[in-house]
């Protein structure tokens, strides 16, 4: 196949019907394209979180730079300050954060959960005290969908329950069931416009029974796309992709999967080959604040004293501004000094290396050739890394929860 998968060959047009089509199948793994309102996406792909209306350290223009096509924001950060209602006013988050293309919001259910001692959960939904004021707020269903209505999100998720970890079997089922039932809520509360999206969310923890319950439920509502929620909570990788070996063969293949919160450069090369098309994680850009660059040959600490005098780029195949303009001794210069630059040059970068690792996996779907591409980028990193084991660049010590999104 000659199209070129990272610029699809149909034209956007505002008003696009939503949808998603496979290019190429590569054993469980798919190459697509995501049709918008806002344009097309074209899949696998990553999505850089934009948390509170902005991708952490980068201007919108840099953003597009690197090959990025979509982004996330965060419904609770983004109601809480400067609020859904102001954004609205301001004519959506698209023109807000200068990001015309599509946006996909979260539900807020993730941050809400895990604000612990400040929320308290029913039935009917979650009351929580805002973690910048103390201030009292309330997210249902039904008002998580409207806020993210309000902010003009592409695809909007449903609002869920993100089941804690560890947790007992009859806690992870009760869990699960109720995320089924705001499930159903969250998409009679939705607005189905031409070209918007809304996915619904399986959960069900580690066990194959209840993620396989899950599914049944989110299908017999029916959705435009599914994301598998509630992983890369503390499972660790092997389970984290026993659970998509058993729940990905589930979903309906002519709807895009996303998988939420994943991942590290290995768990996205993991996910692709399982039949996942959409991720997103503060990794790249969390690691690029502190220091930390991913590369074709693994992962670099620029704040690590051997690149004190190293006028070679931080990765000789990347193409991104740190890498053409500046050596490994500026940006370890740039971080000692504490200046503002290392973590913008370097979260620009790793968010380019993100979005080259995805390229390239579409690329190998489309020529047959998954396999033996995934084998050669592990290998590479591996022999970057000598003989140590790859470094699992996770969230820092002490990292409180809420930092995960953000
Ligand atoms: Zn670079």
């Known amino acids: 196949m000659s199209q070129d998968v990272c610029r699809p060959a149909v034209p956007a047009s505002s008003g696009d019907a939503f949808g998603w089509e496979s290019v190429a199948q590569d054993g469980a793994a798919r190459a697509g394209v995501m049709r918008t309102a806002h344009g097309p996406v074209a899949t696998p792909v990553f999505m850089p979180v934009g948390t509170a209306g902005t991708v952490k350290a980068m201007a919108a223009d840099t953003v597009r730079s690197t090959g990025a096509t979509i982004v996330l924001g965060n419904t609770y950060h983004l109601m809480l300050r400067p609020g859904a ?19 996909l919001t979260d539900s807020g259910g993730f941050q809400v959960m895990s604000l612990g001692a400040l929320r308290t959960l029913d039935a009917d939904g979650v009351t929580f005290r805002s973690h910048l004021d103390g201030s009292r707020h309330r997210l249902t269903p039904e008002r998580s969908i409207r806020i993210q209505h309000a902010l003009d999100a592409t695809i909007t998720m449903a609002f869920d329950e993100c089941t804690p970890y560890p947790a007992t079997p009859e806690q992870v089922a009760a869990s699960m069931r109720l995320s089924m039932r705001w499930a159903e809520r969250s998409r009679q509360a939705f607005v189905a416009r031409r070209g918007y999206a809304m996915f619904g969310i399986v959960q069900g923890g580690t066990d194959a029974g209840l993620r396989a319950e899950s599914v049944a439920a989110l299908r017999e509502i029916g959705f435009e796309g599914y994301a598998v929620g509630g992983l890369a909570v503390g499972e660790g990788q092997a389970e984290m992709l026993r659970v998509l070996d058993a729940t990905v063969p589930l979903l309906p293949a002519d709807r895009p999967r996303y998988l939420m919160g994943v991942g590290t450069p290995d768990d996205l090369v993991a996910g692709v080959a399982r039949g996942i098309d959409m991720f997103d994680c503060v990794m790249p850009t969390r690691a690029g604040r502190t220091a930390r660059a991913y590369t074709a040959r693994g992962v670099l600490n620029l704040r690590n004293a051997r690149h004190a005098g190293d006028p070679g780029p ?60 995934s084998a050669h980028v592990r290998a590479v990193w591996q022999e970057g890394q000598g003989s140590a084991p790859l470094p699992e660049v996770g969230d820092p010590p002490g990292a409180a929860p809420l930092d995960r999104h953000t």
């Open 85 to 103: 209602e102001r954004v609205q006013a301001l004519g959506g988050l698209h023109p807000f954060m200068d990001w015309p293309g599509p946006i």
């Open 314 to 373: 931080v990765d000789a195949a990347c193409g991104c501004t740190a890498c053409r303009r500046h050596s490994r001794a500026y940006l370890h210069h740039l971080f000692r000094a504490g200046e503002m630059l290392g973590p913008m040059l370097l979260s620009e970068h790793n968010i380019r290396y993100y979005q080259d690792l995805m390229r390239g996996l579409r690329e190998a779907i489309v020529r047959g050739e998954l396999a033996a591409h």
